[in-house]
């Protein structure tokens, strides 16, 4: 079956650098998007993209985050200067759209020292 | 605006026990539902999903969800947990008039104990 791929599954950075969260969604997926899960707490929305733009984004995709969709099979995530509280794990999800489910990556660890 | 309640943040059963999780959601329109299972250092999986018709959904492992859109609910059920079913559950509404977004619940954390 196929399934969406996050690189890498643990990121480390220091604070004020920039990280890019790399995601392979399912190929023939039609809406992408971005969540994170701060440890202990909800899964939380951050982006939906859609035919090569942001459809929707939430308070917390600030000016620091962009996503971008470089090639066609890649949909990244970048965090340009990081803060401690970006740590969280960040997952990647992609559906076909319309009733249909989320399917998400693993999910890739950033932690931000 | 759309929210999902999961009330139980943290149940334990016994290992063979039934069990019941409970989800509110609050939606304008017929919401499609979804509940994701979360185990440790793992992303997502989608155990059922919930669109229209029989208000009672069978996802994978044996477990059941059922619709009542009187209680605003979408209650997840297993017959007899297994120790395997320990994980985080997640209820999820999804919207579909507004670029696809999907909803999450906080969470509830499920122990098996044997």
């Known amino acids: 079956e196929p399934e969406v791929t996050q690189t890498p599954s643990h990121q480390v950075t220091q604070m004020g650098q920039e990280v890019i969260l790399r995601c392979v969604p399912i190929?023939?997926?039609?809406?992408f998007y971005w969540y994170r899960q701060i440890l202990g707490q909800k899964v939380e929305f951050l982006v939906s993209f859609y035919n090569n733009e942001i459809s929707e984004k939430s308070e917390i995709f600030d000016d620091q985050f962009s996503v971008e969709r470089p090639d066609g099979s890649n949909f990244t995530l970048k965090i340009r200067s990081t803060k401690l509280e970006d740590s969280a794990m960040y997952f990647c999800?992609?559906?076909?759209?319309?009733?249909?489910?989320?399917?998400f990556g693993n999910g890739t660890r950033l932690t931000v020292t | 605006a759309q929210s999902v309640t999961q009330p139980d943040i943290h149940i334990t059963v016994s290992e063979g026990a039934s069990l019941e999780l409970r989800c509110n959601y609050s939606y304008g329109a017929t919401p499609y539902l979804f509940w994701y299972v979360q185990s440790p250092g793992q992303g997502l999986q989608l155990l059922l999903k919930?669109?229209?018709?029989?208000?009672l959904v069978q996802g994978i492992k044996g477990f059941e969800a059922e619709f009542k859109r009187s209680q605003s609910s979408f209650n997840l059920r297993k017959p007899s947990v297994h120790w395997s079913d320990a994980a985080e559950y997640f209820c999820a509404v999804g919207e579909v008039l507004t670029g696809n977004q999907f909803y999450f619940g906080t969470g509830t954390s499920l122990t098996v104990i044997p």
């Open positions: 190929s023939n997926h039609l809406y």
């Open positions: 999800a992609s559906s076909l759209g319309g009733r249909t489910p989320l399917h």
């Open positions: 919930y669109f229209s018709g029989d208000t």
